[in-house]
């Protein structure tokens, strides 16, 4: 899967990252949409090299609307299949939030 990481220069880049497997507790989400905030301009801003920034990558994403594609041993729910949001760092990628709640059913 592709993920977005700043800190290798002044623009965004992405990489071919693996697919994770869930640990205890956890789930594995697909990314059906993803916010980017001020907090992540704030990190490029920082991690960007060519302007005296640090060089530490930093994979973006925080906020998340998704879908549960395998669970770890120990979740009851949510289930494959569910629609979940919420905020785990690095959503533009794996994620393995703990416990999201379920995303609200449209009207």
């Known amino acids: 899967m592709t993920a977005l990481f700043s ?9 071919e990252v693996p697919v994770p497997e869930p640990g205890h507790g956890q789930i594995v989400v697909r990314a ?10 704030s990190m490029l801003a920082a991690a960007d090299p060519t302007s005296g920034g ?17 669970v770890g041993d120990g979740v009851t729910t949510p289930v ?13 990628a794996p994620v393995r939030p703990r416990r999201p709640p ?5 009207p």
């Open 7 to 15: 800190g290798v220069g002044p623009e965004w880049t992405t990489r």
């Open 32 to 41: 059906h949409a993803v916010a980017l905030n001020n907090a992540d301009a």
């Open 54 to 70: 640090t060089g530490k990558q930093y994979q973006a994403g925080y906020q998340f609307a998704s879908e549960v594609t395998a």
């Open 80 to 92: 494959i299949g569910d629609r979940v949001m919420g905020t785990a760092p690095g959503s533009f």
């Open 102 to 106: 379920p995303r609200p059913a449209r």
